[in-house]
């Protein structure tokens, strides 16, 4: 099986989150940051998965511009998956979040959402991620291979 974790993450937590994902899925997987991703290389894969932190509610301008590169065809019998990280804060929570907008965003054009969106938490800003969000986020991703 062959995965493509792309990610975005300004104080590294997500890019954690991505690395333990990327290292519990069993088969030929890469991670790259959204910067580095070219959405061409999605038509050779098994399983998309796109994570950002959460910035005013939705995914960073690196995975919306990712997103936006996403073609139909391109996307086409490719089974995704989304993730964010976000404070745990009430007061953002009426801004909604990444993981929905980014999982909406593929299955829009054709991917097929294997999962549920999931959420990761940082404790502040700029984190530490929660204790425990490393190992949620192995457990996530081996749920995504079953
Ligand atoms: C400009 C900005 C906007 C943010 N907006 C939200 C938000 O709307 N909701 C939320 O839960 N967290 C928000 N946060 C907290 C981020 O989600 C947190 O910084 C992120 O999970 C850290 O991930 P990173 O280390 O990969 O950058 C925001 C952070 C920044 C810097």
């Known amino acids: 099986m062959k995965a ?3 990610y975005d993450s300004v104080y590294g937590n997500t890019e954690k989150i991505a690395k333990a994902i990327g ?3 069993d088969g030929e997987i890469k991670v790259i940051s959204a910067g580095e991703a070219d959405p061409a290389d999605i038509k050779s894969i098994d399983i998309l998965i ?15 511009d990712f997103l936006d590169k996403v ?6 019998s490719i089974k995704v998956a989304a993730f964010d990280t976000r404070s745990s804060s009430r007061l953002v929570r009426i801004f909604g ?15 097929t959402l294997i999962l549920s969106p999931e959420a990761f938490f940082v404790k502040a800003t700029k984190g530490p991620l929660k204790e425990g969000e490393l190992e949620r986020a192995a457990d996530w991703a081996k749920e995504i291979t079953e």
């Open 4 to 6: 493509l974790v792309v």
């Open 23 to 25: 290292h519990a899925i």
């Open 50 to 64: 796109v994570g950002s932190p959460t910035h005013g509610g939705r995914p960073t301008p690196a995975i919306q």
């Open 71 to 76: 073609t139909g065809s391109d996307i086409k």
């Open 97 to 111: 979040y990444a993981a929905e907008k980014i999982a909406s965003s593929l299955t829009s054009k054709g991917g």
